[in-house]
């Protein structure tokens, strides 16, 4: 046997050990980063999943109603019992969504406040008012989004989603079965052995991992930077529509977002205008509108955003769990003609596919069964978190974060990195966060060089 056939064998497993060193480490990296926020995301999605069930338990007073034989008032009644608790200036009222729900008047107030009024449709008194958009849900819908905390803690979110699909790719990878019959799909060890840690982490993530990157990739949409380019490349050259919705009418400056809560296809949506006509004719009413949206079939509890100037049009949107039944209709506030009207047959494929991805991810496109299964999820993630921190917090040595030694060999980090610039180029923002977490590690490697050599 030659001098090369004995080298030959351990190259390849050298080579192999430092490719796991590179993408342990980058894992330790990701996990550092992410593991907090994703308890946090996973709390209060799990919560988010079943919105409505509990607003309509904490909020009972204000949404709920009994029955009544009576048919219920108009909703321009309702309006004015609601305007006349909160005096100021009605901008949207919202259809009872069931026979057994209060109607929704949202009020701008003199002094610059929006508030949510809660009318009983049939007897015309109010149950109660909020600021809008301020009930219990809602708030689990910021605190999800870091809404509250600014558009740069939203861009720490969507840097979040890169890096927790990088985290799952490198956790696949070191999970991936080398031989080893233990910790694969099975947990090893008692609580007291560092392997049931280990072990616990690595079956949880290969259970969940497949979902993570689907929750990861379908809340992107919502992103600050990513999110926004893509709904203006998909929109963007259509008033904010679909290309092939007919939108040749007058557009004004409004997004229909500003108005109404709409889909994600429809944040950038132009409101379209209504031409005042010459012979002096007065509007129709909301009664006339409600009526109309009622005869074109909106989808029981649409919101209906009322005009506030004479080129104002009254916009009915809705967007129920069906994703068939999304709808926004703009009808013309002296003829009551639809202006524009569209529904989810109308987005184009990758608004379909994107919207379909954003309503599994709410837990609304497979009722009960997406909110049971997503909850599970929540609380895998949560055990994967917690899991991978106290293998961490075991494993490390003394005084030392216990960053995964560099590999021997610093060429297998070139494919590596290679992987890691597609995934910047098509997440720019974890793209650039990426490049400075190298740069740190890339700093911090030379300081503690130098400062070996100088104890040396």
């Not at 994703?38 to 069930?53: K, M, N, P, Q, S």
């Not at 609601?82 to 109607?103: E, H, N």
């Not at 890096?163 to 790719?169: D, G, S």
Request: glycine share 10%; hydrophobic share 45%.
């Amino acid at each position: 046997m030659s001098d090369a056939t004995l080298d030959a064998s351990p190259r390849p497993r050298a080579a192999v050990s430092d490719l796991y060193r590179a993408v342990w480490r980058w894992h330790f990296y990701a996990g550092l980063f992410v593991l907090p926020f994703l308890i946090t995301l996973a709390v209060t999605g799990a919560a988010y999943l079943f919105r409505d069930e509990i607003d309509a338990i904490i909020h009972a007073d204000i949404k709920r109603v009994e029955v009544a034989q009576t048919g219920t008032l108009s909703p321009e009644a309702l309006v004015a019992s609601a305007v006349t608790a909160v005096p100021g200036r009605a901008i949207k009222y919202t259809d009872p969504p069931t026979a057994a729900a209060s109607a929704e008047v949202t009020v701008a107030t003199d002094d610059g406040r929006r508030m949510a009024v809660y009318v009983n449709p049939y007897e015309g008194y109010v149950l109660g008012t909020r600021p809008d958009r301020s009930t219990v849900m809602w708030t689990v819908r910021y605190l999800h989004s870091l809404r509250y905390f600014g558009p740069v803690a939203r861009g720490v979110i969507e840097i979040v989603g890169g890096w927790t699909i990088l985290l799952v790719a490198t956790g696949i990878y070191l999970w991936w079965p080398r031989g080893q019959a233990g910790g694969v799909l099975s947990v090893r060890g008692d609580r007291r052995r560092r392997v049931f840690w280990r072990d616990t982490h690595a079956v949880t993530g290969i259970v969940v991992g497949g979902f993570i990157v689907f929750l990861a990739v379908t809340g992107m949409p919502w992103s600050q930077v990513w999110g926004g380019k893509v709904n203006e490349w998909a929109n963007g050259h259509n008033f904010g529509y679909p290309s092939g919705v007919r939108v040749d009418v007058p557009m004004s400056d409004q997004r229909l977002t500003d108005t109404a809560q709409t889909s994600w296809s429809l944040e950038q949506a132009q409101v379209p205008e209504t031409v005042p006509p010459a012979d002096g004719a007065t509007p129709i009413g909301l009664d006339a509108a409600v009526a109309e949206f009622d005869r074109l079939g909106l989808h029981s509890g649409y919101a209906v955003s009322l005009p506030s100037s004479p080129t104002g049009v009254y916009s009915g949107s809705v967007y129920p769990d069906d994703l068939s039944r999304q709808r926004v209709v703009h009808l013309d506030q002296y003829s009551a003609q639809p202006l524009l009207d569209m529904s989810y047959a109308d987005y184009g494929p990758m608004g379909r596919w994107l919207e379909f991805g954003i309503n599994t991810h709410m837990g609304q496109q497979f009722g009960l069964a997406n909110q049971i299964l997503l909850l599970a999820v929540c609380g895998g993630i949560v055990l994967l978190a917690v899991s991978g921190g106290v293998m961490w917090w075991k494993r490390r040595p003394s005084r030392s974060m216990g960053v995964p030694p560099m590999p021997a060999d610093r060429r297998v980090f070139r494919g590596l990195l290679a992987i890691l610039a597609v995934g910047g180029i098509l997440f720019p923002l974890t793209g650039a966060s990426l490049l400075v977490m190298l740069a740190l590690d890339t700093a911090i490697r030379r300081l503690r060089g130098t400062a070996s050599r100088a104890a040396a």
